[in-house]
């Protein structure tokens, strides 16, 4: 195991978050979502060690009954130190239903992986719409219409 330079780390983690950020760039067209860009493009960790990470939470909100209404697509890239090691896009998938300042009360969560190379052929937006379709397909049946945009595509 050969661990890489910092200068190598962070030119190669600069060149896929220039694709991964042109594969998202669609998804902003998704009609009712927000997206949040937590990543790491510095590289700062405290542990000393680099740590360029790409990252992106794509939600969908609503409101049923008094209770908020949450799918959610998280995104993350997160640069190998280790030459030679290809690394997929970490898609965490989740849905929650809860009360403002309570835990929720319904959740599930399901992770997959995605290779970059995919994502840079085929693009986010239609994977990202998917994983939020289904999200909503598993939340309990009385607040799917809360987050149900079919027909906004």
């Known amino acids: 195991m050969t661990l890489r330079a910092d ?3 962070r030119q190669s983690f600069n060149e896929t978050a220039w694709v991964l ?4 760039s669609r998804v902003s067209e998704l009609w009712g979502v927000a997206i949040d860009d937590q990543s790491n ?4 960790d405290r542990t000393g060690f680099p740590s360029y990470t790409w990252s992106y939470v794509v939600r969908r909100e609503g409101e049923r009954d008094g209770c ?3 799918t959610r697509v998280s995104l993350s890239y997160l640069e190998p130190w280790v030459a030679g090691e290809a690394a ?3 898609c965490t998938v989740a849905a929650e239903v809860f009360l403002l300042g309570s835990l929720p009360f319904f959740t599930r969560t ?3 992986e995605e290779p970059v190379a995919r994502l840079a052929r085929d693009g986010m937006r239609d994977l990202v ?6 999200a909503a397909e598993w939340l309990p049946e009385r607040y799917r219409s809360a987050v ?3 027909g906004h595509y």
């Open 110 to 112: 399901e992770k997959r």
């Open 21 to 24: 950020d042109a594969a998202l």
């Open 7 to 9: 200068a190598e780390i």
């Open 68 to 70: 908020i209404v949450l």
């Open 129 to 134: 719409r998917a994983h939020l379709a289904e």
């Open 88 to 90: 997929p896009v970490e």
């Open 41 to 44: 493009r510095s590289g700062f």
């Open 148 to 150: 149900d945009v079919s």
